[in-house]
């Protein structure tokens, strides 16, 4: 069963994620954001060999750190084709937000679309594509973890007000691909504290059972 390590990095607070084997000594890196140094450093204390690094989307503050990642580990990027668009403009992105010193996005490897399972020391990772933040956003669930990126949160959803988001997307891919989830299920989000389905099923003010915000579109 893989292990989820969270690790908070960069001035946007970002969540990088190690999903990793330790018996193994074998990991995926997730999202390698801004400032992933202690992440790094965690990788290489466990003494993990790291086989892909995992996008669930290419929002420049989610791969910022891609071209290192790649360099350290030489291991598989994986994206899915529709934020492709996205992972081009990396460098130019982030200045525009006041982050300079982006690298371009070395080339992937793995071109996702939705429906493949992964695999990583004899265990699963299902893709899960959950457009609405962004077109090509996807979601990884491995055993009773789902990693979602942007897309829900500890009650909040993404946002659905940049280029290429759509709110009705995003309600769709939460209500009818990550609700439908066991309850049990963790939900790592992009940002901030972890959560559950169940949790968010009742209690999100956006989705939940007593929805008190919806957007005015």
């Not at 982030?94 to 695999?119: K, N, Q």
């Not at 491995?142 to 007000?161: C, I, N, P």
């Not at 299920?185 to 504290?193: A, I, L, R, S």
Request: proline share 8%; charged share 25%.
């Amino acid at each position: 069963m893989l292990r989820v390590t969270r690790v908070v990095c960069g001035p946007l607070q970002n969540n990088v994620y190690v999903l990793e084997d330790r018996e193994a000594g074998r990991a995926a890196l997730v999202d390698p954001g801004i400032e992933p140094e202690p992440v790094f450093e965690h990788i290489e204390a466990n003494k993990l060999k790291v086989e892909l690094i995992l996008l669930t989307h290419a929002h420049f503050d989610h791969v910022f750190s891609l071209a290192e990642a790649k360099r350290r580990y030489d291991a598989e990027i994986a994206v899915h084709s529709a934020d492709l668009p996205l992972l081009s403009h990396l460098v130019q992105t982030a200045y525009s937000w006041g982050i300079p010193g982006a690298e371009s996005a070395p080339p992937h490897d793995v071109e996702l679309s939705g429906g493949e399972v992964l695999e990583l020391a004899g265990n699963e990772i299902q893709v899960i594509h959950t457009p609405g933040h962004s077109p090509g956003q996807v979601a990884f669930f491995t055993g009773g973890d789902v990693l979602v990126g942007d897309t829900l949160f500890h009650r909040s959803v993404g946002r659905w007000d940049l280029p290429g988001a759509d709110w009705h997307e995003l309600e769709h891919s939460i209500r009818e691909k990550l609700f439908r989830l066991p309850d049990e299920t963790v939900v790592w989000p992009g940002h901030g504290e972890p959560t559950t389905i169940g949790e968010e099923k009742r209690f999100n003010p956006f989705l939940g059972e007593d929805p008190r915000l919806r957007p005015k579109l």
